[in-house]
């Protein structure tokens, strides 16, 4: 049966019940185009779950039961990574974000640097960044430490995160010497080393209702508040975001990405489009 609801469930009946629920959640239908299909399975298979014969179904259930808003809500988190996806992205954290944010914390005699990947998903970005740092300037600066903290809203994906085990394809963009040093092979599959794994502190926290304490050196908030959140809900999480950066601190996002105009507080690194710094002074 339940093959015979995901052939059954029609892209036009997805998209117009997405795009009228999606709103209902604080989302936006434009960041799930080009996904729908994996959130199209997932819906077909509650269906069958709740032997229920279509969508105009499905949405009566969902007014007769408020708890199910939270079901669908779970089952519209995009998980799609790899490491060093937008590769010129990490590329510029690695080469030119990383030793300014270093060189910056020692200037003010301090002795770690700390960075937040929100939205971490199977932890690829957080290692990859931990990577970056390790291969890419860390020797330069012997007397700084790097912290990473990542954080998901999907417990699933944070267990997989904290195994830290990945697929060949996952590792494709990475420089082979990396692989080779900071990961363990076995049966085709890749784990981080555990030196590597313990450096990583995995949490899991829903980004648009709460935030890590502190202050950050540098937050990765990549594919995620820009592209699937309503205007109303990035402009609250992305203040939070810059309140969260220490004067210098720099946030990456997508590279399809873009800040709005009125976050002034943000201005553009030079060299690459998805990379902003906080001003020393605030606007």
């Not at 939270?70 to 990383?98: N, P």
Request: charged content about 25%; hydrophobic content about 40%.
């Amino acid at each position: 049966m339940a093959a015979t609801l995901r052939n059954e469930l029609k892209d036009d009946e997805c998209v117009a019940f997405l795009q009228w629920a999606l709103p209902l959640m604080g989302m936006r239908w434009q960041g799930f185009r080009r996904v729908r299909g994996q959130v199209k399975k997932r819906i077909a298979r509650r269906l069958h779950d709740l032997g229920l014969d279509g969508l105009q179904a499905y949405r009566e259930h969902l007014e007769r039961n408020p708890s199910e808003w939270d079901v669908l809500q779970s089952m519209c988190r995009i998980t799609i990574s790899r490491f060093y996806r937008d590769h010129a992205v990490f590329e510029s954290i690695g080469k030119t974000v990383l030793p300014v944010l270093a060189g910056l914390a020692e200037s003010e005699n301090r002795s770690e640097m700390r960075a937040w990947s929100a939205g971490c998903a199977s932890g690829e970005e957080p290692y990859g960044l931990l990577l970056a740092w390790m291969f890419g300037c860390s020797s330069s600066f012997p007397a700084i430490t790097l912290k990473v903290l990542a954080t998901d809203v999907d417990e699933g994906v944070i267990a997989r995160a904290r195994t830290a085990e990945y697929g060949k394809g996952s590792l494709r963009e990475l420089p082979p010497e990396w692989v080779a040093q900071a990961f363990e092979e076995t049966g085709g599959r890749f784990r981080i080393r555990q030196e590597w794994r313990n450096q990583v502190m995995f949490l899991v926290q829903d980004i648009s209702r709460e935030w890590p304490e502190g202050l950050f050196d540098l937050i990765l908030c990549r594919n995620l508040v820009l592209t699937y959140f309503d205007e109303a809900n990035q402009a609250r999480v992305l203040l939070e975001l810059t309140r969260r950066l220490v004067p210098g601190g720099v946030m990456a996002i997508g590279i399809h990405e873009q800040i709005p105009s009125w976050l002034t507080d943000l201005e553009p690194w030079d060299g690459c489009r998805a990379i902003f710094r906080k001003r020393l002074t605030a606007t």
